[in-house]
DNA sequence: GTCATAACTCTTAATTTAATGAGTAACTAC
DNA sequence: GTAGTTACTCATTAAATTAAGAGTTATGAC
């Protein structure tokens, strides 16, 4: 998880995209592997971090913390510290996290009629 | 752009999501560079090799023609191919192509309010 | 005193993705 | 006969992303 090279074609390339609409940095959080399920995890209420990992099976700790650390900054969920031991945490949406959700929802139901088995099919 | 190793945890757990939901699927190949402006590109009538490549100023040809060749498998664009010297090539949106256009221009206003500047802000 | 627990962090290694730069075909204009 | 054109391909290198595995902290249960 260590920073980007700013100085390189492959970092500026991504800038222009993203100046050249938004809609290119929302799509850079969502390929995140493993964001969307999380994102959906939580909304289903499964608000903790060893719970989604236990939904997730195959996902690495710090994968798992690094994408609830982001989803935190871009606000899309919040996150309440209990002071307890062991400690417990619980992340729930934000209400862009809920929108999100929401709009993703709609893109479920057509790539779930368009993308049958890596191949686009008529709608 | 070799083949994929098919016997890693990276590959086996990118299946695993695409199974679990085919929106995976669908933001994998969205969040291959270039691909939304591509896409874009030619719902506006920007509809050849090299008037892209113009368009997109940094993109580099084997990323270009690479993007071409995922989008007309997935059945998102058609290519039409004039018999001429200079070879002439003409790519359109199919269907689902437009719909997936449709679908993405709503995600981005979602995305032009709420993702100001690296972290959303409230809607 | 050893083990278990939750929610992490850290380093290193494996894998994937993107960029660079050269090359191709077939013809036209000069 | 040399350069220019379009729409590519190919091999190599650079960079980014993901995964693996060990370590941390404070405490309660045995």
């Known amino acids: 998880m260590t920073g ?13 995209l993203e100046e050249r609409c938004s809609l290119n940095e929302l799509i ?3 390929s ?11 909304e289903e209420g499964n608000n903790r971090f060893t719970t989604l990992k ?3 099976r195959h996902i690495s700790d710090n994968i798992l913390a690094d994408r609830l650390r982001l989803l ?14 062991p400690p417990r945490v ?9 929108e999100l959700s929401r709009q993703l ?3 479920c139901n057509f790539s779930d009629q368009c993308m049958v ?3 686009a099919v008529s709608c």
């Open 4 to 16: 980007r090279k700013t100085s390189s074609t492959n970092y500026s390339n991504q800038i222009f």
């Open 28 to 30: 850079n959080l969502l």
């Open 32 to 42: 995140k592997r493993w964001i969307t399920e999380i994102l959906f995890g939580i």
């Open 54 to 56: 236990e939904e997730l």
């Open 72 to 85: 935190e900054e871009y606000k899309l969920i919040s996150k309440e510290s209990f002071i307890e031991i």
């Open 90 to 98: 619980e992340y729930t949406l934000t209400d862009t996290g809920h």
């Open 105 to 107: 929802e709609v893109l």
């Open 117 to 119: 088995s890596k191949k």
